[in-house]
């Protein structure tokens, strides 16, 4: 297995548990750029892009090509050697959505030059490609439109929600509330989703799939939920709602569930504590 990253936003030691095995490579390198390919590929997964508003608002221009020449790059290197492709897209597609919960036929929502537009555009991008290299090559493709996924090795300054209430929480700081915190969000454990990835490429279908938790929770039922995990008995600190801003997010997973017997295991009360865990020994 080779795993390349630019390290813009990722961390090395998230896979340091692999560098003892023969069988894992690390790259460095960025995936807009071209990159060498040394032995067989069976498999290319498209993972790479900022995925944190404060990331892809601080790396706008990086965060656009990591979906569209980077997209095309690896389009390219799974059609020169005869391998499937897995694209990671985003409910982001969705937008501030109309439609509750989001089916894959829902078209979305998206403000095309608002700021978090360089993300939500990205992947719109992403996902329009990889269907054109299935329609014009026969390539094997597959998306997946991925909803709010948590769990350890997090980045805790990201500025998603779990891995800031959690730092917030443990350091004894207000937690941060955009808007009135009635907004919803679902929250997928990690191992559940990469489960969901596992069992997509081993089906034949190019169109989007949804992975996520169908469970809807507002942010301010999610910070009682974190104070009373960690004990913190901080107060909350509310702040404007940031421009174009989902007000509800929740996966339809019908067509997972149909396809790939799949549906989320882990409940948010015990992903959570095992996230809280593992910050918690970082320090």
């Known amino acids: 297995m080779v795993a390349v990253d630019s390290f813009l936003t990722g961390c090395r030691g998230n896979v340091a548990h692999l560098d003892s095995s023969p069988a894992f490579e690390l790259l ?38 990591a979906g569209s020449a980077g997209t095309k790059n690896l389009l390219d290197a799974a059609l020169e050697q005869g391998a499937q492709f897995l694209l990671a897209s985003t409910s982001e597609c969705y937008g501030d959505p109309e439609e509750h919960p989001q089916k894959e036929t829902y078209w979305g929502r998206v403000n095309p030059v608002g700021p978090r537009s360089v993300y939500d555009e990205a992947k719109r991008f992403a996902e329009a490609l990889t269907m054109a290299y299935h329609r014009r090559h026969g390539l094997r493709t597959h998306i997946v439109r ?57 089906v034949e279908e190019p169109l989007p799939v949804n992975l996520g938790n169908p469970d809807e929770i507002t942010i301010l039922e999610f910070a009682e939920r974190i104070r009373r995990l960690t004990g913190a008995t901080v107060p909350l600190e509310f702040r404007p709602l940031p421009e174009d801003d989902p007000k509800q997010r929740r996966p339809d997973i019908s067509k997972a569930r149909r396809l790939l017997g799949w549906e989320p295991r882990v409940p948010l009360e015990e992903g959570l504590r095992r996230t809280i865990e593992y910050f918690q020994k970082l320090g």
């Open 146 to 202: 991925i909803f709010n996924t948590y769990g350890p090795r997090m980045k805790l300054d990201d500025g998603r929600v779990v891995p800031s209430f959690i730092d917030q929480a443990l350091r004894g700081r207000p937690l941060t509330v955009f808007g009135d915190g009635r907004q919803t969000r679902s929250f997928c454990y990690v191992s559940d989703l990469v489960d969901g990835l596992r069992r997509l490429m081993q």
């Open 28 to 65: 460095e390198g960025d995936v807009s750029e071209k990159l060498p390919v040394n032995g067989r590929l069976d498999y290319v997964l498209h993972m790479a892009s900022p995925a944190s508003p404060f990331d892809y608002l601080k790396y706008p221009v990086e965060t656009m090509m």
